[in-house]
């Protein structure tokens, strides 16, 4: 199980004078689940974009299974397709059924056949508990029913990694634990997983590292008891007591 | 044989070849609008200008002076090469209007493909499709839908404008109406008649557009409310 499936050595990434990443550098093993925290604008989800160059890096180096794939000469298409990814906004083709969903990158991208496809497209969506809506569109979802096809859509690919950018940030409230709740048992199936999160309860529950961004850099790393517990920096500490005031006024209410 | 059979006789010859440019230049023109909206919404910079550049220049310009153009003007400097050169007028008229259907339907195709949210092109970029895949099978079913109603009304507007074959010497309807009228006198008839056939054709048209926009209606991609009936159902 230590199987290195990804490291990321010193990237680095700016938008005009902005430095978002100033050279950050971690690694993945197989079957490890690492969350990444942050507040907003650290750079944590311009670092997942950069692993599969939805935005193109300046600087440093991403080992895919030991590929350097910040080369121009690798098949970036083939890498995505390795490399599973869940949005914020879900983002699923919404003139396609919760089943055409999961199936289109099956058919497209790995060119199965309709039967094997709507075969494996149909456990996935079992997998997250929506075979019953395999025939809705995601207008006719909820948030975390789209989520889940989202999840669905990724794994249904095989991916040697999944890489979630705040996955639960545009859900309702209530329908957070249902997304949450199948990224655990992803978690638990030693699917590797790397997630920018502010749930910190499931960074406790599952992650086996949590990577605390701040200003482009990874400003704390540790086992989520020590960062959640026992943060050694003032920025760490402050960003933690932010969000627990976040959590305990909304217990409150 | 009655004034008003040979009148309805000579007209009928003319519906044919309306309907005909018509659909010629319906389908044309979106073969070319889906082109240059293509190129300029995904192309890289030198094909983005060239398209924008061509609409430009299309709709800055009097589609008669364009008929004109592709009808006069070009076979006459073909014919200083190749003195022996003719066009049929039908295919003059066929191509000059969908070169100026083109550009038109490019921007609405275009303006259907920008309201597609870029999530969409993400996640399929994502799971490792290349850009070609993503148009066909993300962007392209869901703007065809999205830009549908504007369609309907383009098919309209050339049904119409294919009038301006006349001036060509193409025996379309009013040209035939015209032809007709020099004979018997009355044009005021006449010109009622083909006014009436414009408009029957236009809502038939209309009816059929509006029953397939129902057809590709997705719950969250078009609203209900475009696709309503229309007058003939």
Redesign the interface.
Known sequence: MSEEILKIVDLKKRFGKNEVLRGVSFSINKGQTKVVIGPSGAGKSTMLRCI?R?VEPDGGKIYFNGVDITSKKVNI?????????V?Q???????LTALENVK??LK??KKMSDKEATERAYKALENVKLSDCAHK????LSGGQQQRV?IA?ALA?DPEIILFDEPTSALDPELVGEVLDVMKSLSKKHVTMLVVTHEIGFALGVADEILFFYKGIIWERGEPNKIIYNPQKKETKDFLKRIFELYSRGEAE | MSTYEYILRELSKGIATTLELTLIVFVGGFLLGFILAVARTYGIRPARWLSIGYIELIRGTPMLLQLYIIGFGVPMAIRSYFPQFTINPFWAVAIGMILNSGAYQAEFIRGAFNSIESGQMEAAMALGMSKWEIIKNITFPQAFRIEFPNMTNELIYILKYSSLAMLLAVSEMMYQAKSVGAVTFMYGEIYLMVGAIYLVFALILARIMNRIEMKLYIPGVTTRATSRKGLLG
């Open positions: 599969n939805l298409m083939e890498v995505r397709s390795k490399i599973g990814f949005f906004h879900f983002n699923l083709f919404k003139h289109i990158g497209i991208v569109y995601p207008a006719q989202a859509r690919m």
